[in-house]
């Protein structure tokens, strides 16, 4: 196990499967995520929106990438999300396999 500092995880939810494959599609060639994740089912979503409680069915990108692509993967996101506010967080990821994470830096450099 290496310690992975340097690499993200990016959650983003999307209002449509085709959008989240769309978004996939986009950060992998441009090599601003070594990996997108969309969860084909979708998942229950609850928030407030302009002060009311909103109900969303939604699907899930989970993204994998480095903290040097997160501002230009943060903007390719917005750019191709129907959303005014989309979902984009990163937790860092604190661990993995020595070549997951070697093969992860190499995908997006």
């Known amino acids: 196990m290496k310690a992975g500092g ?3 995880i990016v959650l983003v939810t999307c209002r449509t499967l085709a959008e989240g494959r769309r978004i996939a599609r986009s950060v992998v060639s441009k090599r601003l995520a070594a990996c997108v994740n969309v969860v084909l ?3 229950d979503s609850y928030y407030t929106w302009k002060g009311k ?3 969303a069915r939604e699907f899930l990108l989970v ?3 480095t ?3 997160l501002t230009e993967l943060e903007k390719e996101v917005k750019r191709l ?3 005014d506010v989309p979902e984009f967080i ?3 990821i604190v661990g993995g ?3 997951y994470l070697q093969w992860l830096a190499s995908s997006v450099n």
């Open 6 to 8: 340097k690499n993200r």
């Open 41 to 43: 089912s979708p998942i």
């Open 53 to 55: 409680l909103e109900a």
């Open 63 to 65: 993204i994998k990438t």
């Open 67 to 69: 903290t040097k692509k």
């Open 81 to 83: 999300h129907t959303y």
């Open 90 to 92: 990163a937790l860092p």
């Open 97 to 99: 396999s020595k070549s």
